[in-house]
């Protein structure tokens, strides 16, 4: 057994987001197909010299270098387009500038373009690719507000333009998140699904966009415009899982909050950050 014939399984790559999930997938159909394809077997055929690398890699505690990447593109026949798209999952996994995976992610979408792939939801990554999309979906709910383009334009206190928000306004239908209604946007309430790699792109940059315009609002609005505070304080694992549950709550009475009150008339943007500042100290024994 010197080399994998790619008859022996049909997995379309193209279906896949992280490539750990795609090569599991391969090596089941093929384990199941030929049970002499042990998980020592195959990752001496991918290159590894650890026997048990293989194993690891796909529970996702291992990674893999670029050249890894390309050699398992020619031990599995990958052609042209399969193996840039399997490369380009690698490179997501080892590329840690948002930038830099915002582009990859672009690349990616590109490749699977015109491909037969199972449905992935788009969503979240359609919403977010354009920070100004989430915010104008809650302008649209504000009660008797005119849903003309260049008043919604000028509405925003952030330089946008009519087109951006015929733009934004042509997507939000496009997720069947709004509808138009004799002349007024509907706003629907479909549930906005997260977790995949574009998605948590898309979010992430997201949220990067927030925390640089909660930065401007220091200058741009007056304190009782704008509520910014902070607290440096010391935690352990547990508190730190308690304090994110208390987070959580606080979110969600904010939105009963929002949701309690019919005559709202401006949109706000809430920050929430919790973060490190420092390593976990480990008390030497």
Known sequence: MNEINKNMYSVNIFNFIDFRDYLEKVITVIRELNKAYTYRKLSALF????????????????????ESAEHICRTLKLNKA??????????????????????????????????????????????????????LREVLMLPNIPHKPKFLAKFFEYNLTEAEIKRGLSQLEKLNLIEKKSGRYLVKSNQIKTGNYFSNT???LFHKKMMEL???????????????SSLTLP?????????????????FNSLELSESESEQNQVFQMNIQLFPLTKVYHEEK
């Not at 290159?47 to 670029?66: E, V, Y």
């Not at 992935?120 to 990554?125: K, N, R, V």
């Not at 308690?242 to 979110?251: A, D, N, P, T, Y």
């Open 235 to 251: 935690l352990n694992e547990k508190l730190h899982a308690k304090l994110r549950e208390l987070i959580e709550e606080f979110k």
């Open 82 to 135: 399969e193996s840039e798209y399997f490369v380009l999952m690698v490179k997501s996994t080892l590329e840690k500038k948002l930038e830099a995976r915002e582009i990859i992610t672009k690349k990616m979408l590109r490749i699977q373009k015109g491909k037969q792939v199972d449905k992935l939801d788009p969503q979240l990554y359609e919403l977010y690719e354009h920070w100004y999309y989430v915010i």
């Open 47 to 66: 290159g590894f010299k650890s026997p048990n690398f293989l194993l690891l890699l796909i529970q996702k505690k291992r990674n893999l270098s670029l």
């Open 202 to 204: 898309y979010l992430l």
């Open 214 to 228: 909660a930065q401007g609002s220091l200058d741009k609005y007056a304190g009782n415009q704008r509520y910014l």
